[in-house]
């Protein structure tokens, strides 16, 4: 499939971040200009040199006004966005972040004629979810398809690669802690109708998308308009089976213990308070529900040759 980027001017916001330097790498192949808007410049100063001489620019994003994205998006042919928050704090907000912004970037691209627009969701969030994260996730949809109708929406399974935070958090725990958590409530079952056994819960479970397959995935699509695609990777995991996979690589021994629900989000509570927490109350929320789809892997597929596995790419980063 040939997909043509010359002479095209592509905004990406959120483009240093994890899934944005891997795509800013990917576009800077095709002779197109890219301006990535980041709100920390000082930490993608890299991303510019991903590119050709005075191929990428670099804006910083102070606010989220009307005016100030409607600005950045003038000119733009193409229009991807990135941003997403995992965790609520005083400087970031999920309605802000997830559910405004996409409605503000939406109404600023219709009102300078951009051809495309490309929108990251997240898988599952059309559920009814009690997760803040999941609801404002899908309310940003809907205000975007209100006011950009032709807009692509992406809703990728967990991500992974080699700057995550999912994987590279679990590997890093497992460093200094013998015991890795196995978030999940336990079942009982009746075992010959009369012996009551103790099912202990082997986790969520979630198809892992590889992030450079992703970024793939956005090139190929990146003309088309007014579809919504669940992307997922090759494989369905449950938690256990992936912790086991980081162990394997890192070639040590841990012991996995499972946690209820009711002792998680007790843990959650103390642990959101951090500044950087690796673990909330509304993150807990999302573990109640399996992050996988009927649909990711075949429309992942469609457009991305061989897409590969958590078991392919962790060796490559895990030791």
Sequence with gaps: ?????????????????????????????????????????????????????????????????????ADMINGSDIVINLIGILYENKFQRFDIIHSELPGIIGRASKLHAVSNLIHISALGVEKDMQSQYAKSKFLGEKNLKSEFPDAVILRPSVVFGKEDNFINLFAKISNFSPFLPIIGDPKFFLKNNFLPILNFSQGTLFQPLYVGDLAEFIIKTINHKSRIYNLAGPNILNFKEIIKIILKYKRIKRFCIPVPFIVANILASLIEKLPHPLLTRDQIKLLKTDNISKTGYSNLSNYVKNPKSLEVIVPTYIT
């Design 1 to 69: 499939m040939s997909i043509s980027l010359n002479g095209k001017k592509i905004l990406v916001f959120g483009g240093s971040g994890f899934i944005g330097k891997y795509l800013i790498s990917k576009l800077s192949q095709f002779s197109c200009a890219i301006k990535v808007v980041s709100r920390n410049i000082k930490n993608a100063k890299n991303v510019k040199f991903l590119g050709n001489l005075g191929q990428i620019e670099m804006v910083k994003l102070n606010n989220f006004s009307e005016k100030s994205i």
